[in-house]
């Protein structure tokens, strides 16, 4: 349906117009206005699709009345209807965006043959205005699916540079702004209040929100130019705070220092997990890192590289490589003759830490506390083993049904959902397993990341559209899941070491080559 506005201060004219331009499209609505004052008021209420303006006219002309409708509505078009056959008025209306042009007077052919092909041009710019709405709706879905993946890429280093690009340019950010991280720590495991924090968040500071796994959320926040990084900081963990209940008992925010870059986030995030080890009884629940108190604490145990391993080993499960870390850092205390009880004490602090990850993981344990005031090393090594053994077998048991099983139930999600905006968030409920743990167990698995997997999908389906010399490159790229054809070129280069374009060539001159037998033509 289409609405046409017919504007000229000649009656017989007006109506000899919408005559035949009714009989050309039966499904046309059509009103008039007698000049272009008139018509400034018919368009704002009627809304047309094209206006057919007459140039001379009482009051304003038809040029003045068509500038001052294309500033109020661009997406209008016009054609001009005429006996002023001059090239200045050509030149304005050209100038204007007018679309055509018709002499009075004009056979009904000419008329409606002229009209025709603006509404195509019309039909078309509302396919690309619906295409392009559609495009948008779908993005600001994606977007938070989008900010999950990256922060879980971040936290495993199981980062596809090609890959986590494309996702910065969707969502608008630059890799080398400046950000600290956020670890938040809820009194229960609700989705409610997960989506209250980051309703929160959201509204507070430009960041990225990962998924919430056991008690805790690991949050990305974007340093602002014009506060101080403290400032912002303490403002962002007081609107996180505002969510619990007001004795906000279970809450706490780790906040960790400021990086320059997303290689560098992963530190940020650590130091936010080790502020957040304790959570304090005081009425402040927030403490940055860079406020931690040196003394019996993990700052003074471990420097940074071996708090960066250690929280690696624990994540990914390497207990022997725990178990070794934690050893080795009691053999140190013991040949420095560092008195028992603190010795215990500090090493208490590894094993809560060591909780803390296995709670983000979604393995809800107790922190582990020593039974006993050990008499000796050689006893304080025994139970120290005894707890680490606890914590493992935890650790075990709530993923031993990732089975070989589980593994072919998210490759084959994976395959078959692999032109949508999928993500980890969506696999881990398919699957019932956290987030991390996917993309841990693709690693391990697999040797690959689920972002190579996505990949080689996506490229498959691809070569098998590209069988159809009716689809445009442009079409395939939207089709197996990506949002740029620049991007999807890049990829697919890497993956196959021809452009799309080049491969397609190959593809469809090697198809033409072969008879129905299977055998080369020479």
């Not at 039966?26 to 272009?36: F, R, V």
């Not at 395959?415 to 743990?437: A, C, K, T, W």
């Not at 442009?474 to 991007?487: A, Q």
């Amino acid at each position: 349906m289409y609405k046409i506005l017919v504007v000229d201060d000649e009656r017989i004219e007006r109506e000899g117009l919408r005559l035949i331009l009714q009989r050309g499209y039966p499904n046309l609505m059509i009103e008039e206005a007698s000049s272009g004052n008139a018509a400034i008021e018919w368009v704002r209420r009627f809304q047309p699709d094209l206006v057919l303006m007459d140039i001379k006219m009482p009051g304003i002309t038809g040029l003045e009345a068509i500038q001052i409708i294309a500033e109020e509505n661009p997406w209008i078009r016009f054609i001009m209807v005429t006996a002023f056959d001059t090239f200045e008025y050509a030149r304005q209306a050209i100038k204007l965006g007018v679309k055509d042009y018709l002499l009075k007077p004009s056979k009904a052919r000419e008329i409606v043959a002229t009209v025709s092909r603006v509404l195509e041009q019309i039909g078309e710019e509302r396919l690309y205005r619906s295409q392009l709405s559609s495009q948008q709706a779908a993005m600001e879905k994606t977007i938070p699916l989008i900010e999950t993946d990256i922060v879980t890429q971040l936290l495993f280093d199981h980062v596809h540079d090609i890959h986590l690009q494309e996702l910065l340019d969707l969502i608008g950010e630059s890799s080398s702004n400046e950000m600290f991280a956020v670890q938040i720590t809820l009194s229960e495991n609700k989705e409610l209040l997960y989506r209250a924090v980051k309703k929160r968040l959201k509204n507070a500071c430009s960041c990225w929100v990962g998924a919430m796994c056991g008690l805790q959320i690991p949050v990305f926040v974007f340093r602002r130019p014009d506060r101080s990084f403290r400032a912002q900081a303490v403002d962002i963990a007081q609107e996180i705070l505002r969510v619990a209940s007001p004795s906000k008992e279970g809450w706490f925010v780790g906040i960790g220092g400021v990086c320059s870059s997303l290689h560098d986030s992963k530190q940020s995030f650590q130091e936010a997990l080790l502020s957040s080890i304790h959570t304090t009884t005081s009425a402040v629940k927030y403490r940055f890192y860079e406020d931690l108190p040196v003394i019996n604490s993990v700052r003074e145990i471990l420097n940074r590289e071996q708090e960066r391993q250690l929280l690696d080993h624990i994540r990914l499960g390497r207990w022997k490589q725990v178990l070794s870390s934690v050893m080795e850092l009691i053999r140190s205390f013991e040949q420095e003759q560092i008195p028992l009880i603190q010795a215990q004490q500090r090493i208490l602090e590894v094993l809560w830490l060591t909780t803390r990850i296995l709670s983000e993981l979604g393995i809800m344990l107790p922190a582990p506390m020593y039974t006993f005031q050990a008499q000796d090393y050689r006893q304080f090594c025994t139970e120290t083993l005894h707890i680490l053994q606890h914590l493992e077998q935890a650790y075990e048991q709530f993923y031993q049904h990732a089975s070989t099983e589980t593994i072919h139930t998210m490759k084959q999600y994976i395959f078959e959902h692999s032109h949508e905006n999928i993500s980890l968030d969506m696999i881990s409920r398919q699957v019932g397993l956290n987030p991390f743990y996917i993309s841990k167990l693709f690693k391990e698995q697999l040797g690959i990341n689920y972002i190579d997997f996505l990949t080689e999908c996506r490229i498959e389906r691809s070569k098998q559209l590209m069988l159809d010399p009716n689809k445009s490159m442009k079409e395939i790229t939207f089709e197996v899941g990506y949002h740029d054809p620049n991007y999807f070129s890049k990829v697919f280069k890497k993956s196959s070491g021809q452009s799309p374009t080049e491969y397609r060539k190959a593809l469809l001159q090697g198809n033409e080559e072969k008879p129905e037998n299977g055998s080369t033509v020479r």
